[in-house]
C-alpha cells in the first residue's frame, strides 16, 4: 500500500504532462455531460446520466471514511471483469514508469490536507496518462465514490484554439504544485501533434488554420506571455 502526504515525483512528472489538454478536455467532457440522476450497469459497461448513455471503464473506488484509493483491478467485486480495462492499462504504465500511485493496489491518500482534492488529481492523471477524453465521479453509497472513464466515441476531443489557448496553458500549468511550465506546454503541443520549435526563454507551435503561438517563460520557469500571430502563407 502506497502511504504519502504528496504524490511521488513519477506521478508530476507523468501528469504535467498531460495537465493543460487534460483540462481543457475535462472541461469538454463536464460540457457533453447533461446534469441529472445516473445509473450504471457495470456487466455491460455502461453508464447513464440523465438521457446519455455511455460506454465506461471502471478506474477505482475512493473510501471517503478511510480516505483510501482502491484500483478497479483489485477490488474482488469485478477485478479480472472487462469493465476494469481502464484500470489494468493504469497498472501496466505504473509498472513500466515506476509510478507507485498506478502500481500499487491500494493508494492511503488520508494524510494529504485535503484528501478528496487529491483523489481528483489522483483519477485526472490516470485520464491524462490513458489519452481518455473525461473521467467520472459518482457517490455510489453514503461511504464510496466509484471513478470511472468514458470510453465511447460520442464523447467530443477538445482542439487547439487561438482564442482559448492562453487561458489552457496558465490554467494547466497551475494546477499541480512542483510541476514543470515548459513540460505542460511540450506536453500540450505534443498531444495534438503540433510542431514546435524549444529556445531558451520560449516555445513556439504552429496552430490549425495558419496561426502560431509563442509562449514565453521567466527566469524562474514559469510562463510569461502566450502570444499568437499569423504566419504568412
Known sequence: MTVTTTFSDPFLRMTERHAAWGAQQLEAFNEFMPTGPWTA???????????RDLRI???G???TTEGSWLWGWANPGFGGTPVVGA?????RLGEAHGIPEF???LVDLSAFDDPRFAVETL????????????YIGVQASAEGRLYMVPDDPQVPRAVPDEITLPRVLLTGAGLLAGSSARAVVTGYFG??????RQEADRISA?????????????????IASVEMRNVSR
Open 61 to 63: 473506488s475512493f473510501d
Open 41 to 51: 450497469n457495470l456487466d455491460q459497461h455502461l453508464y447513464r446520466q440523465a438521457d
Open 57 to 59: 471503464s471502471v478506474l
Open 206 to 222: 504552429d496552430l490549425p488554420g495558419g496561426s502560431a503561438v509563442d509562449v514565453l517563460f521567466d527566469g524562474a520557469g514559469r
Open 103 to 105: 502500481r500499487d493496489d
Open 123 to 134: 483519477a485526472f492523471g490516470a485520464m491524462g496518462a490513458l489519452g481518455a477524453t473525461g
Open 87 to 91: 484500470a489494468d492499462e493504469i497498472r
Open 191 to 196: 498531444h495534438h501533434g503540433l510542431t514546435q
